[in-house]
């Protein structure tokens, strides 16, 4: 049933992580964390065919929504978001004029349709996934747990996670960013909710490359220890 088209989009000043979700029998699409990069989103878009856009994000740092604005307005687009990213989405154009770069300079504060509730299974344009809150990098930072079927006859399937700034290949999200708490609290959520998951777990991050969760659970520095016994 989640026969799923995945597209990652990296680009901007941050080189953040735009993912676009499809799935194979539904004209509705899901654009995760529309960062600056609108162009090389809409050119990723371009082969593909669907009526509307919806925009889950996992967090509201600006290089995670900075593009948002542009898609409601062009596609009329929802966004949503966990509420407790409200302060963190309204500091978008402060912290853009802090950093001072040229392709932030004139951020909107986009508009949000709907809350994102956590611990809750959701379905969006035909594609089942479910969300956990794991806050440290931000007080509402999300994560999407997707469940992709490989072949429906022998039963294969694969876990996938999109995980916003929590957690990284070798690392961890910062938190002295806006909205930030403190490294315990990220750590601790980071090991209770994400690596207790299925060990082939691929995780998305927002910013570099893919990983899973075999791997950060043996190799990653800031969260090596806490399975040593
Ligand atoms: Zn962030
Ligand atoms: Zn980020």
Not at 40 to 69: K, P, Q, R
Not at 166 to 190: K, P, Q, W, Y
């Amino acid at each position: 049933m989640n026969t799923m088209i995945l597209k990652i989009v990296p680009g901007g000043a941050f080189v953040e992580n735009t993912y676009i979700l499809q799935s194979k029998n539904s004209k509705e699409l899901i654009l995760v964390d529309p960062g600056s990069q609108t162009l090389e989103i809409e050119e990723s878009l371009s082969d593909l065919s669907f009526t509307s856009i919806h925009i889950w994000n996992t967090h509201g740092h600006l290089d995670h929504a900075y593009g948002a604005d542009y898609f409601i307005k062009k596609y009329k687009a929802d966004f949503n978001i966990h509420k407790k990213e409200i302060p963190i989405l309204q500091a978008m154009t402060t912290a853009a004029s802090r950093f001072g770069i040229p392709e932030f300079s004139d951020a909107v504060v986009p508009e949000i349709d709907s809350f994102i509730e956590e611990e809750r299974q959701y379905e969006v344009g035909n594609l089942n996934f479910k969300t956990l809150l794991v806050p440290g990098h931000s007080p509402g930072s999300i994560c999407f747990h997707f469940t992709r079927e490989l072949n429906p006859e022998e039963g294969l399937e694969e876990d996938l996670m999109i995980c916003g700034d929590t957690v990284f290949a070798g690392s961890v999200g910062r938190v002295d960013l806006t909205g930030g708490t403190n490294m315990e609290e990220l750590l601790g959520n980071i090991t209770k909710k994400i690596l207790t998951l299925k060990e082939s777990t691929i995780l998305f991050p927002g910013h570099g490359p893919r990983t899973t969760v075999e791997i950060e659970k043996e190799s990653n520095p800031f969260l090596s220890g806490m399975f040593n016994g």
